[in-house]
């Protein structure tokens, strides 16, 4: 215990002098300004929808009108040629023109060009419902609903960034600082050392996981109580940022032990950790998720921060994602200390 | 020129017996393909619904035309799949003929009401008839947009970092002090160690845009863009190599600017027009959205000279600002 103790707070102090701290205390602070003053608190991230008329309306085309205008995010345009001009400048744009066709509304919808057909028949059926109400049977459905507030869709757009914020920051820190610390040793020989002293590499590498948790943790602490407030579960909040830190840690250490100087590794770092971030495009579109995005760790883990943060009552979330984190540090650590032992002894 | 040039060649000759070249053109490459076929399934994106297994199989079929369905055993297999963090709807026959349709709460309201819909449309069909389609034939959706000009901006960046770690590597291996007893004047050294800054992301960029099949692009509009980008990242290069006295604190100096490089492009992107103003300052901001433009095919040409005088601008200041310092740090 006294080694490890010896050994962290070396590896602070590196981490220290090597501006870690301060760099980590510069990104809180642009991600709080972005949350706090940049991003707006209300603002629709569903496509826009701009529709216009053409020609006399009937009294059930009047009805849809009714509709749209009451639609967040629907606004109404001029002509079909503004829609189009519109919609060339915006890509989140769809266009609707309702008219009269053969004594009967009729609706066209301009899309982009690149929808699918589901979504395009899903289209078609609600204006369907829309302009024949008549045909509407909902009498022999039951609504369930399992959780009756969840909340979650009330929460203000800039506070739902913080979630992500803290994925990328806080959690992905250590990613790239890690393999740094471990390069640096490489290079100057002192891993070598450590052959001949009674330190063992799992405790040389364990030391440097609990810096990178540390700097997570002031990170998380920061963001959080600068955006969202001091009221959340601290205790499941840290609990998840540690498990995801940790577990960034370990693979970067992992990715590190495969490569023999930091700017090779530093490629594949980086590649891995955008792939990482990919789950973030089902943070807001929760509709997607392929299976090749739900198996990835980070899709959890970015769920799990959320829930932490604004509980909806799903904490069952939480302590699957640790239990999963913590199972692939272990064996990310384990891996990594036979590698690193293995190439020691060769060299 | 001939110094100048087997600067390059020793630059490109270093990296390649490290493999990091190699890997440095891999790395946007690998991404770009991940990313070939991640934009289908985005664009794919569309409701999701759990069925229950003892659905009448007409009821699955209608439900299988507008949406994924995923079948499932009874109730309880239901309620735990609809309980899942992804949005997804469940719909159960009852013994009556009617149905139950499941959700957690927080799905959005227009996904419960299309399985209401749906369920309701299969008595009374034809209503749909009144509606028609037509587009205006984009054929790149906003995911291949913001993924290419993310991967564009990586390999931009990829280039500067190369150069930095050259620099280090020169640093650290003493050549820059052995280099300052040649007749190689300064100059030429910076001349010759931005030419891969220029050079391999103009490679990766054509490669990306072939990979993801980018035809309707403006190749020429992409390349200016991409050349004035890349001199934001070979300046970055440098002053990442004269900063940082090992390759730590490079890797430190690289972790900074990739907060300003999240920042601008995040911002660009996601931000709404009016809070741009707030991002002005940055060049990486105006590389973002030129790329970002370009790629969408909403730019003209007198707005990529003008984002590329923005660019040009700003990277001069800063290049101003740190021209002592990158003077002093590579004698």
Redesign the interface.
């Known amino acids: 215990m006294k080694r490890l103790f010896g050994l962290l707070k070396k590896d602070a102090l590196v981490a220290f002098r090597n501006y870690f701290f301060l760099i980590m205390l510069i990104a809180a602070f642009l991600l709080i300004i972005a949350a706090d003053f940049l991003i707006p608190e209300k603002a629709s991230m569903d496509a826009k929808v701009l529709y216009t008329t053409e020609g006399q309306q009937s009294d059930k085309a009047k009805l849809l009108l009714g509709m749209l205008e009451s639609e967040e995010g629907a606004k109404r345009a001029d002509s079909k040629a503004q829609i189009i001009d519109s919609m060339k400048k915006d890509k989140n744009t769809i266009g609707i023109v309702v008219r009269q066709q053969n004594g009967e509304p009729a609706v066209e919808i301009l899309l982009q060009g690149y929808e699918n057909e589901k979504s395009k028949r899903a289209l078609a059926l609600s204006f369907g419902a829309a302009l024949n109400p008549q045909n509407v049977d909902y009498s022999s459905i039951e609504d369930v609903v399992l959780q009756q507030s969840t909340g979650i869709n009330d929460i203000p757009l800039n506070k739902s960034f913080v979630p992500l914020m803290i994925f990328v920051e806080p959690v992905m820190l250590g990613f790239i600082f890690l393999a740094t610390l471990i390069f640096m040793e490489k290079e100057e020989g002192t891993i070598k050392a450590y052959l001949v002293s009674p330190i063992r590499i799992g405790e040389y590498l364990i030391s440097k996981v609990v810096v990178m948790l540390l700097l997570a943790l002031i990170s998380t602490i920061l963001i959080t109580s600068f955006t969202v407030g001091l009221q959340v579960n601290w205790l499941l909040l840290l609990l998840t940022v540690a498990a995801g830190s940790i577990f960034g840690s370990t693979l970067a250490m992992f990715i590190a032990s495969l490569f023999d100087s930091l700017s090779k590794a530093m490629v594949w770092l980086i590649v891995t950790s955008l792939v990482l971030t990919v789950p973030m495009a089902a943070y807001f579109v929760p509709s997607f998720s392929p299976r090749a995005v739900t198996i990835m760790p980070t899709y959890n883990l970015l769920f799990a921060i959320r829930e932490a943060i604004f509980p909806s009552g799903s904490s069952m979330i939480i302590y699957q994602n640790i239990g999963g984190l913590l199972a692939m540090s272990i064996i990310l650590y384990g891996a990594s200390t036979l590698i690193y032992k293995r190439s020691l002894l060769r060299d | 020129m001939r110094r100048l040039l087997s600067i390059f060649r020793r630059d490109v000759k270093s990296s390649v017996r ?3 070249l190699l ?2 053109i ?2 946007p490459i ?2 770009t393909i ?1 990313l070939r076929f ?1 934009i289908p ?8 619904f759990a069925l229950d297994k003892g659905m009448e199989e007409a009821a699955v079929q209608e439900f299988e ?3 994924r369905t995923e079948l499932l055993d009874g109730r309880t297999a239901l ?1 735990n799949r ?2 899942k ?4 709807i469940g719909v159960l026959q ?1 013994e009556d ?12 309201e ?2 419960k ?2 399985a ?6 299969m ?2 069909q ?18 291949a ?1 913001y993924g290419a000009s993310s991967v564009i901006l ?1 390999a931009i960046l ?1 280039g500067g ?1 190369v150069i930095g ?1 050259n620099i280090i590597e020169e640093k650290e291996d003493m050549t820059i002090s052995a280099l300052s007893v040649t007749p190689m004047r300064r100059l030429e050294f910076i001349a010759g160690k931005s030419i891969v800054g220029f050079v391999l992301p103009v490679i990766e960029v054509l490669a990306v845009i072939w990979i993801l099949g980018l035809r309707d692009v403006n190749v020429g509009m992409v390349l200016v863009m991409t050349l004035s980008s890349s001199i934001i990242a070979v300046i970055f290069g440098f002053l990442m190599g004269v900063l940082s006295s ?4 490079g ?6 600017l990739l ?1 300003f490089v ?2 601008s492009y995040i ?1 660009a992107a ?3 027009a009016d ?1 741009h103003i ?1 991002l002005y300052w940055s060049p990486l901001y105006w590389s973002s959205i030129g790329l970002i433009r370009v790629i ?1 095919n ?1 730019i003209t040409w007198a707005q990529i000279v003008q984002y590329t005088v923005w660019i040009i601008a700003l990277t001069g200041l800063v290049f101003l600002l740190f021209k002592g310092k990158i003077q002093k740090g590579l004698t």
């Open positions: 490290e493999f990091l890997y440095i891999l790395a690998v991404v991940g991640f399934s985005v664009n794919a994106i569309s409701l999701q035309k507008y949406g309620e609809v309980n963090v992804d949005d997804i009852k003929g009617g149905y139950v349709v499941i959700t957690q709460g927080n799905e959005k227009s996904a009401l299309m209401y819909q749906i369920l309701s449309g008595k009374s034809g209503a749909e008839r009144a509606v028609t389609f037509s587009d205006i034939g984009a054929k790149i959706s906003s995911v947009v990586m990829l970092m770690l090992n390759q730590i604190t890797i430190a100096n690289m972790k900074f907060i999240s920042a911002g996601v931000l709404p809070k707030f969408a909403t």
